[in-house]
């Protein structure tokens, strides 16, 4: 006789409770988000300018619009490119930074907190900060090169639409490798001593304690970052708008920035609300898909 | 203050917050004073504070609150406002693209003018600002401050001290350029990630390689692919292919990368239009090293005429409660005490057919480029600076942000734009 | 624990000078010109220590009210059965990325309708509202984490679903949920877009529009931009270093996973 059926104890997980669990989040969604999702959707049917009462019906062409045009492609090729250089050299850098950096120590605690300011400047300031260091004639980076003998090294990099993306993609990491830094830092934490010891016992070598002890140990910490910063990284705007505007021809563009310029320069709003739109369901989408694998590498 | 007796009472306190919100917070209080709010991207904190305190001095019963904002930020500002009807009661608007696009939302001005100043109001304005403030023969707005862009920043010093020249000819340009390069100079500091900037130096060049037509074209007389227009972009482009511009150019800001380099001594020449005078207000230091002087942009055929336009337009919000108010704020900026104010700080020049020149001290230098300025205005003045239709504005700056960067043909430049200003 | 040797360390060490310069070009940058009278300009246009306070009101409770409506949701989306579970979470997820764009002209429609412009909630709500999705993504996924047994145990015990919560679940999720604090509390407390369109009231503006109020349109005055921007951010990592302390102390320590 199982346990199950021998007494008619209450399930807790079926409690009507659960409604009051969830009814903050539900009501900040119905209040906040709900009108403005469905609007916006609403909005990418139209031609309108963002002001006035003159909006015209159009349908699907927005949408359409955001699947043919070339301008959004290219957006979102460089959404790649920009998305696989920052994540892959912010968690991988975050997570050697930490590992190298575990343990007490003054150096290595000043060491932490210096990876760590950037995180906490605003992107806008960082922006301007970076623009005057990569400043080709007169900026820091060049007379830094030039006092060291390098000054043949000396480019436009923002200004050179073959290394501007790399460049701006590169300011991204220097702003965000210290948040995955702190956060392995604390994710590492949680590994118990014995486990480090044992390998050590076994022989295990640095590289290898790294790689096939902690990398795996912390595969939850991963994928957390990991969803962190597709976000992130899709909702990046300030940054390269301050950096590049999106240029120079369009190398930098995102689709926040072709966003921006569609609705508040060329004045159409619908457009801009339907790019909007098929964003938000492409990072929907990308977290769904993150969300299966996860689990089916839980399953394994 | 995050509590949910605390919510419901601000949810009660709706209807007074509510209709406070609902008239632009221009209600009146009980001693009849009136508050209106002001925004706009211009001008500094410290004028405005300027203006508002002699406007209130002037208008006891009327209050004024102000808020600025950076640029673009401003644009974003004022429609979500607009668009949720908590727009300000004045506000600044760029002619133009802009002032197609709000026209709508805002007042007209005849009666309020007439009212306040008279039927002839609008003979104490200077013709082509006041026609830039307005659609179809109707102010919506009070323009303020006129300036000139297309021109050409000079430091003449650093010239001579490289024993150039100010040239006059493309060639004395292209070869002084060289020149400055091999001594270390930036020659011509142009801030080509600004849009704005390369559609003000474009529309100047194309009015001396091919006079008119770009009027043409922006107001439909006329396709942006003429024969005369592609040899603007080509010789538009070659400011950039010629050594001209500085290294870099594609990724600089006038506002502050290419400034700096000219103010600090470091460029020959520098691209900025008349507003540009204000340097002898707010960086006079640094400014004072050097000689400055403004001239005609040389080009493949000829000194390039200058563009005039306003620096903005003052309108009134249609559904603001308290537009008498903000009529007398817009007029007293635009050409009563306030123009002065302005004036003084930013040494624009006047909207008004009576000249008004700054009230403060200005270094002998400064007098000297004004007056340069003036003759280029009188004389060589080709038309508006605006861009009539946004769609069209956008894909101006869009190719010429590309032509900077040499990663498009003039050609196909001009299709670009032709193809925007068909939609 | 300390895991890797010397060698590492030296390699962190190098690339930390590379990190650290453009901060020091920064601290260059905002004594340009006027020198420590940027700072004094940064501080004589007050209200630098207002809107600090008002940064950290504003950080705070939005960090606070995030972490505690998301693991009360991600609790019950996690380990709790009700109808409409799985569409319900979907629908919160779309709140995922929002499009900048979108919320504008809506927010600025509901802060006019409840009355709350120029104060806290006129910024508050909106960035729970913003931020609340990621936070309960995380929490979810980390109570599914957790071990069954412990929650079969705790139920032959007899406990409740409030106990489940409270005892058994919330403490083996501290450290999500701090990444959830953290994330949240960097986002807002860098948020100006919102801050600058609803609270134009200097005495509830944040930090973070300091250094937009030195950047007029001809006049942008990098260096003060500079000296405002290191005024403003010392606070936090002043916060960051005491923090760590507390970091390393354990407080994140799971329950030995």
């Known amino acids: 006789m199982s346990i199950a059926t021998a007494r008619r104890r209450p399930d807790w997980r079926r409690s009507p409770a659960a409604i009051l669990f969830i009814l903050p989040c539900v009501a900040v969604f119905g209040v906040f988000l709900a009108y403005p999702l469905i609007r916006n959707a609403y909005v990418g049917l139209f031609e309108w300018n963002g002001l006035t009462s003159d909006t015209v019906w159009v349908g699907l062409e927005n949408f359409i619009w955001v699947f043919t045009s070339p301008a959004v492609f290219g957006t979102a090729v460089n959404t790649l490119v920009f998305g696989v250089i920052t994540i892959a050299l912010q968690m991988g850098g975050g997570f050697l930074l930490a590992v190298a950096l575990s343990g007490p120590g003054r150096l290595r605690q000043v060491l932490r907190t210096l990876y760590f300011i950037p995180v906490v400047m605003t992107p806008v300031v960082v922006g301007f900060l970076f623009g005057k260091i990569l400043e080709p004639n007169d900026g820091d980076l060049r007379n830094l090169l030039d006092a060291i003998g390098l000054g043949a090294l000396n480019h436009a990099w923002l200004a050179d639409p073959s290394t501007a993306l790399v460049a701006v993609a590169l300011v991204n990491v220097w702003l965000w490798v210290g948040f995955a830094m702190s956060v392995y830092q604390s994710a590492l934490t949680t590994v118990p001593k014995e486990l480090i010891e044992a390998a050590r016992i076994d022989g295990a070598r640095s590289h290898q304690l790294v790689t096939q002890v902690l990398l795996p140990f912390l595969r939850p910490t991963h994928w957390a970052l990991l969803t962190l910063s597709v976000i992130g990284t899709l909702k990046t705007f300030d940054i390269v708008y301050v950096l590049t505007r999106g240029g120079p021809s369009g190398s930098t563009e995102l689709p926040t920035t072709l966003l921006f310029r569609t609705g508040f320069e060329e004045y159409q709003q619908g457009r801009a609300a339907a790019l909007g739109t098929v964003i938000f369901l492409v990072a929907l989408a990308l977290t769904i898909i993150q969300l299966r694998v996860a689990r089916k590498g839980d399953e394994r | 203050m995050f509590n949910h007796s605390g919510r419901r009472t601000a949810l009660m306190g709706l209807v007074a917050a509510g209709a406070l919100a609902l008239t632009g917070c221009a209600a009146p209080a009980d001693d009849g004073t009136v508050t209106i709010t002001y925004e706009s991207w211009t001008p500094s904190q410290e004028v405005m504070d300027n203006i508002i305190e002699a406007f209130e001095a002037a208008n006891p019963d009327i209050k004024v609150e102000a808020k600025l904002l950076p640029y673009a930020d401003y644009v974003t500002a004022i429609k979500t406002e607009l668009a949720s009807g908590t727009g300000p009661d004045v506000f600044d608007l760029q002619a133009g693209g802009m002032l197609a696009e709000f026209q709508s939302l805002l007042e007209p001005l005849d009666e309020l003018a007439s009212a306040e100043l008279g039927d002839d109001w609008a003979a104490s304005y200077n013709e082509d600002a006041l026609a830039q403030a307005s659609i179809d023969g109707t102010a919506y707005g009070l323009p303020h401050g006129f300036q000139t862009a297309g021109g050409l920043w000079v430091n003449v010093s650093l010239l001579e001290a490289n024993g150039l020249e100010v040239p006059t000819a493309w060639d004395e340009l292209v070869a002084a350029s060289s020149a400055l390069r091999a001594a270390g100079v930036v020659p011509l500091a142009i801030g080509a990630k600004d849009d704005w900037m390369l559609i003000d130096v474009f529309s100047a060049m194309s009015n001396a390689v091919a006079p008119g037509e770009q009027y043409d074209a922006m107001e439909g007389r006329g396709d942006w692919t003429s024969d005369g227009l592609v040899a603007s972009f080509e010789a538009f482009s070659a400011i950039f292919s010629d050594g001209v511009a500085q290294d870099g150019a594609a990724g600089a800001t006038t506002y502050t990368d290419t400034f700096d380099l000219y103010a600090d001594g470091k460029a020959a020449f520098f691209a900025n239009g008349s507003w540009n005078q204000d340097m002898f207000v707010n960086a006079a230091d640094r400014i004072g090293a050097f000689e400055a002087a403004v001239v005609q942009m040389p080009t493949p055929a000829g000194p390039a005429p200058v563009i005039g336009g306003i620096g903005g337009l003052l309108a009134v919000n249609k559904d603001g409660d308290q537009k008498a108010a903000a009529f007398k704020l817009a007029q007293f900026m635009s050409s009563g005490e306030g123009q002065q104010i302005l004036i003084d700080g930013s040494l624009d020049f006047a909207v008004t057919v009576e000249p008004v020149e700054p009230g403060i001290e200005i270094s002998d230098n400064a007098r000297e480029v004004r007056a340069q300025l003036t003759a280029l205005l009188t004389d060589h003045l080709a038309g508006y600076r605006e861009v009539p239709d946004a769609g069209v504005k956008s894909a101006l700056g869009q190719a010429l942000l590309k032509l900077a960067a040499g990663t498009i043909s003039p050609a196909d430049a001009a299709a670009e734009v032709q193809a925007a200003a068909a939609d | ?257």
């Open chain 3, 1 to 257: 624990m300390k895991i890797l040797g010397r060698p590492s360390l030296l390699i962190a060490l190098t690339l930390a000078i590379v990190w650290a310069l453009p901060l020091l070009s920064l601290l260059n940058n905002s004594l340009k010109r006027d020198g420590l009278g940027n700072y004094a300009a940064v501080v004589q246009q007050g209200g630098v220590v207002t809107s600090l306070v008002n940064s950290a009101i504003i950080t705070v409770t939005t960090v606070v009210a995030v972490v505690f409506i998301t693991s009360l949701a991600g609790f019950a989306f996690s380990r709790l059965r009700f109808p409409l579970r799985s569409v319900s979470y979907g629908v919160l997820l779309t709140g995922l990325m929002l499009p900048a764009g979108a919320i504008l002209v809506p927010f600025a429609q509901l802060n006019r309708s409840f009355g709350w412009g120029n104060t806290y909630l006129a910024v508050i709500f909106p960035y729970i509202a913003l931020f609340f999705p990621l936070g309960l993504l995380l929490l979810k996924n980390a109570f599914d984490n957790l071990p069954d047994e412990l929650f079969e145990a705790a139920a032959l015990d007899g406990a409740g679903v409030w106990r489940m919560f409270r005892s058994v679940a919330l403490p083996l999720v501290v450290p999500a949920a701090s990444l959830v604090a953290l994330w949240t509390f960097l986002s807002t407390w860098n948020e100006f877009l919102l801050a600058l369109l609803f609270l134009n009231d200097p005495a509830v503006q944040p930090v973070s529009v300091i250094p937009l109020r030195f950047q007029q349109q001809y006049f942008v005055d990098v260096p003060k931009i500079f000296a405002a921007l290191l005024l403003s951010q010392l606070p936090v990592v002043i916060l960051y270093i005491v923090t760590q302390r507390r970091f390393n102390l354990g407080l994140l320590a799971g329950a030995g996973k």
